[in-house]
């Protein structure tokens, strides 16, 4: 895997608007994490905001600092008689209005388009969701990702619904959405909800994303038993709970939260990846039921020694930078039986820092089956046998 910029859709300085649709697009083939200080391509998140440094488990946490929803000045309107919409064919399946400056919903006249499939308002000034019940048939999919939306309002005859976005939104509350039995994905990235609820008849839906919200408890998901990908990362998560139900899940993101240990997921046997980075972690515990894990991401937490993973057989990629490991030999230990393994990170760690010319081969000998160490791959060669001398279990390089 290349080290890019990044879940999840994840996450962005809220004054800096980002095409999130086209890095949803991308995920849905890799949901590899991008950046080990950073996230997976799922949120967007103002990186600055997060330390590469493994926080300090005793620390007191600071609540976020509450933002204003009137500072500003008031938006520009549109002309009262622009068509926005006056090229567009009235068969088209797709109308896409992108940072329009558009406030009212009504001035569309979208009930001209009988065979809208798909309507994307991204990145505007809509505050109330009125789009005209006539669309309710062919309608599949709304993305209102970042506008001024602080109710959900509006959707009650909008069942053919597979795909809501409603993320950097204003909303405090998932009300209103019983009865859209067929979505399938459903986005509320960077919105104002403390409490996951009101989910119960969505038993279709595939995934969903809460990242960047205020949520304390992992609540109300017990019925959503296709769920395959949950995002919660930026809240203020304490506990993994309440997941007994998901079967099916096979993505976890709980990065940048503020959990202590891994409880909870003993009956996730379908997980396949575990982001959890910045967090408050002192060890690896609580996975051996998870033997089909693939990817886990556990950077900037403040773990000192690695174990725990003796049941992971099927690990192909292993993020730990930024953490407190010294001892190649835990490394070696934990890791080198893993033949799927390809991709480690442990950039930023004291065994890296302290002797950083020397990093890679280390762990190319206790690791001779990875072909990417950090953001670098490299081709299979022998390492030189004049470099490198064992001595029993121990192993220098000089």
Same mark, same amino acid.
């Given at each position: 895997?290349?080290?890019?910029?990044?879940?999840?859709?994840?996450?962005?300085?809220?004054?800096?608007?980002?095409?999130?649709?086209?890095?949803?697009?991308?995920?849905?083939?890799?949901?590899?994490?991008?950046?080990?200080?950073?996230?997976?391509?799922?949120?967007?998140?103002?990186?600055?905001?997060?330390?590469?440094?493994?926080?300090?488990?005793?620390?007191?946490?600071?609540?976020?600092?509450?933002?204003?929803?009137?500072?500003?000045?008031?938006p520009?309107?549109?002309?009262?008689?622009?068509?926005?919409?006056?090229?567009?064919?009235?068969d088209?399946?797709?109308?896409?209005?992108?940072?329009?400056?558009?406030?009212?919903m009504?001035?569309?006249r979208?009930?001209?388009?009988?065979?809208?499939?798909?309507?994307?308002?991204?990145?505007?000034?809509?505050?109330?969701?009125?789009?005209?019940?006539?669309?309710?048939?062919?309608?599949?999919?709304?993305?209102?990702?970042?506008?001024?939306i602080?109710?959900?309002?509006g959707?009650?005859?909008?069942?053919? &619904?597979?795909? +809501?976005?409603l993320?950097? *939104?204003? /909303?405090?509350? #998932? !009300?209103? =959405?019983?009865? %859209?039995?067929? @979505? $399938?994905d459903?986005?509320?990235?960077?919105?104002?909800i403390?409490?996951?609820?009101?989910?119960?008849?969505?038993?279709?839906?595939?995934?969903?994303?809460?990242?960047?919200?205020?949520?304390?408890?992992?609540?109300?998901?017990?019925?959503?038993?296709? &769920?395959?990908? +949950?995002?919660?990362?930026? *809240?203020? /998560?304490?506990? #993994? !709970?309440? =997941?007994?139900? %998901?079967?099916? @899940? $096979?993505?976890?993101?709980?990065?940048?939260?503020?959990?202590?240990?891994?409880?909870?997921?003993?009956?996730?046997?379908?997980?396949?990846?575990?982001?959890?980075?910045?967090?408050?972690?002192?060890?690896?515990?609580?996975l051996?039921?998870?033997?089909? &894990?693939?990817?886990?991401?556990?950077?900037? *937490?403040? /773990?000192?020694?690695?174990g725990? =993973?003796?049941? %992971?057989?099927? @690990?192909?990629?292993?993020?730990?930078?930024?953490?407190?490991?010294?001892?190649?030999?835990?490394?070696?230990?934990?890791?080198?039986?893993?033949?799927?393994?390809?991709?480690?990170?442990?950039?930023?760690?004291?065994?890296?820092?302290?002797?950083?010319?020397?990093?890679?081969?280390?762990?190319?000998?206790?690791?001779?089956?990875?072909?990417?160490?950090?953001?670098?791959?490299?081709?299979f060669?022998?390492?030189?046998?004049?470099?490198?001398?064992?001595?029993?279990?121990?192993?220098?390089?000089?």
């Amino acid at each position: 895997m290349t080290e890019q910029e990044s879940a999840p859709h994840s996450e962005r300085d809220p004054a800096a608007p980002v095409d999130a649709k086209e890095t949803r697009d991308e995920d849905k083939e890799d949901h590899k994490p991008r950046d080990s200080n950073g996230w997976d391509g799922k949120l967007r998140i103002d990186k600055m905001s997060l330390t590469d440094e493994p926080r300090d488990p005793h620390a007191q946490v600071v609540s976020d600092p509450e933002v204003s929803d009137d500072e500003g000045p008031p938006p520009e309107q549109l002309a009262a008689d622009e068509d926005l919409l006056d090229d567009t064919p009235e068969d088209e399946e797709e109308i896409e209005l992108v940072h329009c400056k558009i406030s009212d919903m009504t001035s569309l006249r979208l009930e001209r388009f009988k065979q809208m499939k798909r309507l994307c308002l991204r990145q505007n000034r809509i505050e109330s969701i009125a789009i005209p019940p006539d669309s309710a048939p062919t309608l599949t999919e709304i993305d209102l990702y970042d506008n001024l939306i602080a109710h959900i309002k509006g959707l009650d005859a909008f069942t053919e &619904l597979t795909s +809501l976005d409603l993320s950097f *939104n204003k /909303i405090k509350h #998932i !009300k209103r =959405l019983s009865h %859209l039995t067929k @979505l $399938k994905d459903l986005y509320f990235v960077q919105n104002k909800i403390s409490t996951i609820e009101n989910l119960e008849g969505l038993s279709n839906l595939r995934q969903i994303e809460l990242g960047a919200n205020r949520v304390r408890e992992i609540q109300g998901l017990e019925t959503l038993t296709a &769920l395959e990908e +949950l995002w919660l990362g930026k *809240n203020k /998560i304490t506990e #993994i !709970k309440g =997941l007994d139900t %998901l079967s099916n @899940l $096979k993505i976890l993101s709980i990065q940048s939260n503020r959990l202590h240990t891994i409880t909870g997921l003993e009956n996730l046997t379908n997980l396949e990846e575990l982001h959890i980075s910045h967090n408050l972690l002192t060890e690896l515990s609580g996975l051996d039921n998870n033997t089909n &894990l693939r990817v886990i991401d556990i950077s900037a *937490n403040p /773990i000192e020694h690695l174990g725990g =993973l003796k049941s %992971l057989k099927h @690990l192909t990629e292993f993020w730990a930078s930024n953490c407190k490991l010294s001892d190649y030999a835990e490394i070696e230990r934990e890791l080198r039986d893993k033949e799927e393994l390809e991709t480690v990170y442990f950039e930023g760690n004291p065994l890296q820092r302290s002797q950083p010319a020397l990093y890679r081969n280390k762990v190319r000998l206790a690791l001779p089956q990875v072909v990417q160490i950090d953001a670098s791959e490299f081709a299979f060669f022998p390492i030189s046998p004049i470099l490198v001398a064992r001595r029993g279990n121990n192993m220098n390089i000089y």
